[in-house]
């Protein structure tokens, strides 16, 4: 069994991931210490490396819990994926130094083609698409499939405009307290936006959630549209609101 610091050395990342981790049932440490610290046995240490795996290449938290917690989920086509993902890049890598080495040697080597990322962002997506199409079939996405599957042209503009005010209130905020009552009606305001439009946004999914906004640079950028540091502060809000719920 080992300690939370002890895993969090291992694998590279901070005791606060670790203890986030567990607050959003993505891992569960095997058991406790008589002081009550965390203890990570041989099952937490195994799904680290699954959730490990699928943060390498590119998956948000929210996505993972979805796909790991499937009854559907399979391990091994999980790995045989990620291999194939991991071999691409690391060829993208060897043509990189290849041409690095003939820079060296005073070859010309006016050439631009090895840093090309389209092979791996083609084959994460059509990955991505098949992992969620097989394990990430949850009650939220059923639930929202059937809410927008109605939805007319008027109905996704004021979705639309709901949701680009929400966020631009969250960004005339940055910089100030996410704890500020501001901040948390804002968040409530946004928790009820998810629930009315899309699925029935649980204190797990709207954690997930936050944590999507900085985890993924997709949803980084687009929020941050409006203005730098809106995810980050959502992000924060979110936190206090769910800790405090």
């Known amino acids: 069994m080992k300690t939370v610091h002890e895993v969090a050395k291992l694998a590279g990342v901070s005791v606060r991931t670790l203890h986030?981790?567990?607050e959003i049932g993505l891992l569960h440490p095997d058991g406790a210490s008589e002081t009550g610290y965390r203890l990570y046995g041989d099952n937490a240490m195994e799904r680290l490396q699954q959730i490990l795996f699928f943060r390498e290449l590119g998956f948000p938290l929210g996505e993972i819990a979805a796909m790991l917690n499937a009854p559907s989920y399979n391990k091994t086509d999980a790995l045989k994926n990620h291999k194939a993902l991991l071999l691409l890049k690391r060829e993208r890598l060897d043509a990189i130094l290849s041409l690095v080495d003939r820079a060296l040697k005073g070859e010309?080597?006016?050439s631009i083609k090895e840093f090309d990322m389209t092979k791996?962002?083609?084959a994460r997506e059509q990955y991505a698409?098949?992992?969620k199409a097989r394990w990430g079939e949850t009650d939220a996405y059923s639930q929202s499939e059937k809410r927008t599957a109605r939805y007319t042209k008027d109905d996704?503009?004021?979705v639309s405009a709901e949701s680009?005010?929400?966020f631009e209130a969250f960004a005339a905020l940055r910089g100030g307290d996410p704890a500020?009552?501001?901040a948390q009606t804002l968040v409530r305001r946004w928790r009820d936006f998810i629930s009315g439009s899309f699925y029935d946004c649980t204190d797990e999914i709207l954690s997930g959630l936050g944590e999507m906004y900085v985890e993924d640079e997709r949803f980084t950028k687009n929020i941050d549209a409006f203005g730098e540091g809106t995810a980050r502060f959502m992000c924060d809000a979110i936190r206090v609101y769910v800790k405090h719920a």
Do not use: G
Request: hydrophobic content about 40%.
């Open 164 to 166: 680009n005010a929400i």
């Open 20 to 22: 986030y981790y567990d």
């Open 108 to 110: 010309e080597t006016v």
């Open 180 to 182: 500020s009552k501001e």
């Open 129 to 131: 698409a098949e992992a």
């Open 156 to 158: 996704w503009a004021k």
């Open 120 to 122: 791996i962002d083609e």
